[in-house]
């Protein structure tokens, strides 16, 4: 099981149109497929999705740091050498999609290896997640709309709304909109992608009270310290952190400052390894978890997926899996399906899935 080779492949797959949000906008999935190969002819794969507004990372910066730094590091080592392999990763800092698609791929390569989904090696809790899908800003009517055709083709009854990137008005005519347009069974919340001052945040959430959102997610700068524990402290449902909680110590931090009320997990951020170390110090810590999604492609989305489904914390509320819907098309020999609001964990060993070559190659930028 020792790693002798660790693949970055660049490809880019087009949305059907702009995915907006207070922090950017992405036309085009131009993500890396990170695959690691062992000495028994294993291949382990997963994706890192790029978020130069977030991370700081690019597509080329993370084949960068894949090739010349992380793969020299961890070459010769076991797939299940992660804790060695992590180490040495973090020698470089920051890059964090880029390594932990290499923990991924690690975790995708050890589960074919010994025959066993890797949703079960990391605990195995239930075999499938309830689905929610990301509304970005369009007229509220429009983004209505297009809930309702998500609902009604996939039976998805829980939205992410994108706030944070106009006038406060807009938005909360959004939010009314599609409270009207879906009916009080559905579940609604916000992300801000930090798009709103404190002040602007509770202005917004004491109109919005009434229309029974289930939690909000990074209104507000994390760097606003002051201001945002006020924030916390006086919203009256969840707060979610997300970006301002890219390692473990960050989330340790928010919590304990009052900044934050609860965690959204992304295995692009923190990968398997990270993310158990997440899930397992918010637990302890007595503080709720969401699985939340990057804009990632059916690969990361099955990465979220296998995660997902592995632990009783991770598995409870609604997980951020669909916005692949919004791509053009994918990699995937056999793509994800969503049904009456779910999404199972894909059958077979390793995180599974299986890559379409033709289609890789159709895409990948890099010849």
């Known amino acids: 099981m020792q790693i002798e080779e660790v693949r970055a492949i660049p490809f880019s797959i087009p949305y059907r149109k702009p995915l907006l949000f207070a922090s950017g906008q992405v036309d085009v999935a131009d993500h890396v497929l990170v695959q690691v190969v062992t000495t028994d002819g294993v291949v382990g794969t997963a994706e890192a999705p790029p978020r130069p507004y977030t ?134 919340y916000l992300d801000g992608n930090r798009g709103w001052t404190p002040s602007e945040s509770a202005d917004a959430l004491r109109r919005l009270r009434d229309v029974g959102l289930s939690r909000v997610e990074e209104l507000c700068p994390a760097d606003d310290v002051l201001g945002r524990r006020w924030l916390v402290a ?33 295995t692009a951020r923190t990968g398997f390894s990270d993310s158990l170390r997440v899930a397992h110090l918010a637990e302890g810590l007595g503080a709720e978890v969401v699985i939340g999604n990057q804009i990632d492609g059916q690969v990361g989305s099955a990465c979220a997926l296998a995660f997902g489904a592995a632990l009783r914390t991770t598995s409870r509320y609604a997980a951020e899996l669909s916005n692949f819907l919004d791509m053009s098309d994918d990699l995937l020999t056999e793509p994800l399906v969503v049904a009456d609001g779910r999404m199972a964990v894909r059958p077979g060993p390793g995180i599974g899935f299986e890559i379409d070559d033709d289609k890789l190659q159709r895409y990948r930028d890099d010849q």
Request: glycine share 8%.
């Open 55 to 188: 991370y700081g990372e690019t597509q080329a910066s993370i084949v960068a740091a894949v090739r010349d730094l992380f793969a020299p590091a961890i070459l010769g080592l076991s797939v299940l050498d992660r804790e060695p392999a992590r180490a040495r990763m973090a020698r470089t800092v920051g890059n964090p999609t880029a390594k932990s698609a290499i923990d991924m791929a690690m975790w995708d390569a050890w589960g074919k290896t010994v025959g066993q989904p890797v949703h079960r090696l990391l605990g195995g809790f239930t075999d499938g997640l309830r689905v929610s899908h990301m509304i970005g800003f369009d007229a509220p009517q429009v983004m209505a709309e297009e809930a309702a055709r998500i609902r009604a083709e996939y039976g998805i009854t829980s939205f992410k709304v994108k706030v944070g990137r106009r006038p406060i008005d807009d938005d909360v005519a959004v939010c009314r909109a599609l409270r009207e347009g879906l009916g009080e069974e559905v579940e609604l």
């Open 234 to 266: 006086r919203c009256d449902v969840p707060f979610v952190a997300d970006e301002s909680v890219p390692t473990p110590a960050d989330v340790t931090r928010e919590l304990l400052a009052g900044s934050a009320t609860a965690i959204s997990i992304k």
